[in-house]
């Protein structure tokens, strides 16, 4: 095998982790705005969009935004404006308000909490599906009783418990701002996510399974709700013959020639999430026999969109890794590995992984921002916990052990071969 390694010459071109998939139907649509002349934040496409999105995910209203960070920004608002009235001149909706939030997520998922000036409190991640853990939620809302709102994210695109997460939620009377912005096209137990919140988004940033470029998706079934969130994307227009203003506004409306990207490519959404099957299965078929697992999700209840298809390498074959706040080592050792080894063996074979997303109560911005884990612990946890080998911050060992894979769906199956090739050199 170490033979083989060194015969492997690197990939002529790149492997991408996940780069957008064109198929020429997006021109179509793009050159229509140009012929029609809708070179604006309005148009067919915006329309055409929007209809199509609500239609697929089932949610009766979409408004077409300018990126998925801003769907959850006015998401987040307006659960903040519903729950706590309209707030103060140059306040936030959170003011004074604490937020449940996933933990190991992308930061856009939590940092519309800090714009709203709320303060998030993150909820550890549990290992089925490495989504918001209700165990963890459970014990939050035993710490904090007085919390009313939950921002919950689905990790590459593998639906979180969102069910027991809803149960909770309702217990306590809180709304939920769901986070699909990877997970366009998964359903758990045959409903698609972006259902499940009082407010959704999705992205169609370059990388995700469907993508504009840019733009993103605020999903809702009240007619009211999208209407308010129309309006404060356009800069929250009173009727009125002159720019007459009420309440604050934003820039955050979809241009048309970013919708007519997206209009052509949403049709090709099954055929994207079948090839990123694929290659999680092509994975979990040629890393039988290492000390490996892939990404988890429930069998049961969900059909991810396979997004990424990610690793986690096994507590005993890890070998040394420690990371600094930017710069990480390893001690290469025989037959074991670890994220840095193999991330860095993909590089030099110019084939692009990427760590998992690193925990926001581990982030240098969030370090004063309350944790809480499934034993109702948080920062600080006691070694007695770890010395009787209970869960204790099970995002943290992710993030540890765990790595995405390149996922892109015009790799093919030759060169994923190559990939599992080079993974499994790095545990001999
Ligand atoms: C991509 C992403 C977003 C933000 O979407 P943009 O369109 O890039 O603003 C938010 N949350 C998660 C989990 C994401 O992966």
Excluded at 58 to 82: D, I, N, R
Excluded at 285 to 314: A, H, Q, R
Excluded at 394 to 411: Q, T, V, W, Y
């Amino acid at each position: 095998m170490f033979v083989k390694k060194n015969i492997i010459k690197p990939f002529e071109n790149k492997i991408w982790l996940s780069s957008p998939t064109m198929h020429g139907d997006e021109q179509k649509w793009v050159n229509d705005a140009f012929e029609k002349n809708w070179i604006t934040t309005a148009g067919e496409n915006v329309n055409e969009v929007e209809r199509l999105v609500a239609e697929y995910t089932g949610v009766k209203y979409a408004v077409a935004l300018s990126c998925g960070t801003a769907s959850l920004h006015l998401a987040t608002k307006l659960a903040g404006e519903k729950l706590y009235g309209q707030p103060k001149p140059n306040c936030g909706t959170l003011q004074g308000h604490k937020v449940f939030c996933s933990d190991m997520t992308f930061d856009a998922t939590v940092n519309p909490v800090a714009y709203e000036d709320g303060e998030a409190v993150f909820i550890d991640t549990e290992p089925q599906t490495w989504n918001m853990c209700p165990k963890a939620l459970e014990k939050a809302f035993e710490i904090y009783p007085d919390v009313k709102l939950v921002v919950v994210a689905h990790l590459y695109g593998i639906p979180g418990k969102i069910d027991e997460i809803r149960k909770i939620c309702d217990k306590h009377g809180a709304l939920i701002v769901e986070d699909a912005a990877e997970s366009f096209g998964a359903k758990y137990k045959g409903r698609e996510t972006g259902s499940f919140g009082d407010y959704c988004a999705i992205s169609f940033n370059g990388n995700k399974i469907i993508t504009g470029s840019s733009g993103g998706m605020f999903l809702t079934n009240s007619k009211d709700d999208a209407d308010k969130i129309r309006k404060w994307s356009t800069q929250s227009r009173e009727d009125a013959p002159w720019y007459q203003h009420e309440e604050i506004g934003y820039n955050y409306r979809m241009s048309n020639i970013i919708a007519g990207v997206v209009r052509g490519q949403i049709k090709y959404i099954d055929e994207h999430i079948a090839q990123k099957k694929a290659i999680y299965e092509r994975y979990r078929e040629g890393f039988k026999g290492l000390p490996v697992t892939m990404n988890p999700f429930d069998e049961k209840n969900s059909e991810p969109n396979y997004w990424l298809s990610c690793l986690l390498i096994n507590k005993e074959a890890m070998c040394r890794q420690v990371r600094s706040e930017n710069e990480p080592m390893y001690i290469p050792e025989h037959g074991k590995s670890c994220p840095t080894e193999i991330l860095d063996t993909l590089l030099k074979y110019n084939a692009e992984g990427r760590p998992i997303w690193k925990p926001m109560h581990m982030q240098p911005i969030y370090r004063m921002n309350g944790f809480v884990t499934a034993n109702g612990n948080g920062r600080g946890q006691s070694n007695a916990y770890i010395d009787r080998g209970e869960a204790v911050d099970i995002g943290a060992d992710i993030f540890e052990r765990g790595l995405c894979l390149p996922s892109d769906n015009k790799m093919t199956a030759e060169q994923q071969d190559i990939i599992i090739e080079l993974i499994r050199s790095c545990f001999e």
